[in-house]
DNA sequence: TGCGGATGTATATGTGCATATGTAATTCGG
DNA sequence: CCGAATTACATATGCACATATACATCCGCA
């Protein structure tokens, strides 16, 4: 019976992470910032990054698709760009007054919708399904890590 | 602080579910297949859909993607679709042989990169962690139906 | 019987992510 | 101080997902 794999955490936590992510892409449309926007908005509200490359960093997402995001961010007026006098190839990206002004509220819009989404949970639980993410987030990250290096095979056959 | 939304369960799924995604892709590749394509591949080997509009329902995608989907899955020779004789409309769809031949071990690298990210939990936790997640798709799909309804907005103050 | 609504697909467009690869600027070794 | 490696970014391409919309076929009902 194959139906099993459809039932592993890896699937699982896709299904979720789509639903997640269409319930918060609603609740943000009307602010104007989509999902990804945030990592991006709230480091640079923090001060946490500047540039392109610890903004993907901080994010966790390749550069490119980081200069894509920031490209349309650009464009739609929630970010600005200004010439690095320090290094001719960066780009130092300010929050826009407007973004500013409207992150508080798509800040609340997201915890508004954790709530509502975890509304039959118990605190114990929420904080249990939190920490078994962040140990499987952890997990993955090691295993990617692990994957990447050529050599380094660790003990691939001790499962 | 508004690190907390980055701490949310929302952002800590999406985070998950995008180093799942990479590692099984990098898993399947070899063998030709795609993650998205699994729960095509599997509703066809077990006859649990032939259309189009049955496989997007079970893959829960919506219709486009699944079209989108199904035409690479066919210009790559992992399906192939012939006309519904009793309907104009509609094509039938079925696995190739190469790719019913290949699928079994598809299945077998999702699991064994389901155990060794889960290698660190028992099976408790790994059982507790597929409870929650359940529990939260249930959730997920509630307020999303919610939310489309455009009358009976039940209470939503109530949080 | 024929028409209008429901249904199954197809297409267009946009976002979020990935990899692969090119370009320009900085930095560093000799 | 100059060439090479590194670094920051841009561009091209592809996949997975979404919505909006058009089109074709089917079906129920007057």
Redesign the interface.
């Known amino acids: 019976m194959?139906?099993?794999?459809?039932?592993?955490?890896?699937?699982?936590?896709?299904?979720?992470?789509?639903?997640?992510?269409?319930?918060?892409e609603?609740r943000l449309k009307p602010l104007g910032f989509g999902?990804g926007h945030?990592?991006v908005l709230?480091a640079l509200?923090?001060g946490r990054a500047s540039t392109q490359r610890d903004l993907a960093r901080f994010a966790?997402?390749e550069q490119p698709p980081m200069a894509q995001m920031l490209a349309r961010m650009e464009r739609d007026g929630l970010i600005e760009r200004a010439p690095d006098p320090a290094d001719g190839r960066s780009s130092r990206i300010t929050l826009t007054a407007a973004a500013e002004a409207r992150l508080p509220d798509a800040?609340s819009e997201?915890?508004?919708?954790?709530?509502?989404?975890?509304?039959?949970?118990t605190a114990g639980?929420?904080g249990?399904?939190?920490s078994?993410?962040?140990?499987?987030?952890a997990?993955?990250?090691r295993?990617?890590s692990v994957?990447a290096s050529p050599a380094a095979r660790i003990s691939e056959s001790g499962?």
């Open positions: 194959d139906l099993d794999v459809l039932m592993t955490p890896g699937h699982l936590i896709s299904l979720a992470a789509r639903g997640f992510a269409r319930l918060s609603a999902v945030l990592p709230v509200r923090d966790k997402i800040v997201l915890l508004r919708g954790n709530r509502e989404v975890l509304r039959d949970f639980e929420a249990l399904l939190v078994l993410l962040t140990r499987l987030i997990s993955l990250d295993v990617a994957e499962d």
